[in-house]
């Protein structure tokens, strides 16, 4: 039987791997670069590794932080900033 976390971590890494080799363009790389400096500076840089990945409808955080206060933090503000569909959190809480 294998590790829940593990398949998890393994369907996060495709889904970002599918992200990342998508048509993403300049405009939704400037604006994941506006929602990740936002993010930075509302958790007071509290997530590690912080990736922002926008495409179509969609955008994904990954990293790593110490509290899930910290990654609900980051996904508010990523919602706040956004009118996709979708904001999937990918955070790891490593406390």
Do not use: W
């Amino acid at each position: 039987m294998m590790n829940t976390s593990y398949m998890q971590s393994k369907q996060r890494k495709n889904k970002v791997k599918r992200f990342t080799d998508g048509q993403s363009g300049p405009a939704f790389f400037e604006f994941s670069e506006k929602i990740k400096r936002r993010i930075l500076h509302v958790t007071s840089e509290g997530i590690q590794s912080l990736n922002v990945y926008c495409e179509a409808d969609n955008v994904i955080l990954t990293g790593y932080c110490d509290s899930y206060y910290v990654k609900q933090l980051a996904q508010e503000t990523a919602m706040r900033l956004t009118s996709f569909e979708q904001v999937e959190n990918c955070i790891d809480v490593t406390a």
